[in-house]
């Protein structure tokens, strides 16, 4: 099949449009980003990559990053993570806080930001110099030493972080978190401040479109836990428009407020795009889009 192709006359199709969503701004230092961005990038599970538009400018991850923090904790304490958080979609945006939500102070699931704030606290157990490491770690799973924080974006989260913060102490107040709440949010701002360009970020989920190998073949999860974090990426990847994505696109995959969505097809490739505009649920306008044509165009998804 023509990728390079395809991915091109998506990329024609939509950088045009003059619907391109909103930059979210709630992070002081997001809304500084140019929202006429738009990148592509396909990683083929026979080795072959291709690329169009801006997929070499470096973004902020922003949530994408839970998967590989959920990745990592699950590495570390396995099965006995589900006892924190839960695993069902939660129809809601991902910032939301219900005492409700949060009855017995055990989140829906990881992927909405009071879940990845107690994967945080895991995380903190667990690793000796939690941002190093988990950068390393990135960095490891990628191949690729260049892959850095966006310190700028960290303290601007921080200096704003108030949604957060309210999470925390919850989830502080129901048990459910070790660690201080000022350490759990330092490390989860980090995390979401991870900077990496559509390349990157393909190299990165490699792993879960290949049972838990990287780009080189290296062993980093076993197929059993690829296979349920695909599964939590196609129920909770996209929060309120998890149904959606999956109805559109057809493919577990997660999005970020800075703009940047990766999806995989197990067994055939890792897509990700950034384009800044997001839509009401806060998810990238364009990269919805981008993805549908793509499933549509080469009839590879997971339905
Ligand atoms: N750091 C962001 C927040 O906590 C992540 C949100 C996202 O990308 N959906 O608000």
Known sequence: MEYQHILEEIHTTLQNSPQ??????????LGKVNADHLGIYLFTLDGKEYGTGHF??????????????????????GTDLWKRVDVEPSGNPFNFLTLLELEKGIPRNPFINAGALVISDILLSHLKNPKEDFLNYVRE???????????????????TGYRNTAAANLLKSFGNMEHNVEDVLD????QCSLSMNCRQLARTFYVFANSGKNVSGKTFLPPGLVKRINAIMLTCGFYDEAGEFAFEVGLPGKSGVGGGIVAVLPGNYCISTWAPGLNEKGNSLLGMQALEMFTTKTKLSIF
């Open 141 to 159: 799973l990628a191949e690729d030493s260049s892959i850095s924080y966006n310190e700028d974006v960290a303290a601007s989260e921080k200096a």
């Open 56 to 77: 070499d400018i470096p973004f902020s991850v922003q949530s994408i990053s839970k998967v590989l923090s959920l990745a990592k904790a699950l590495d570390f304490v």
């Open 187 to 190: 490390f989860y701002f980090y």
């Open 20 to 29: 391109k969503g909103t930059v979210a701004s709630y992070i002081p230092e």
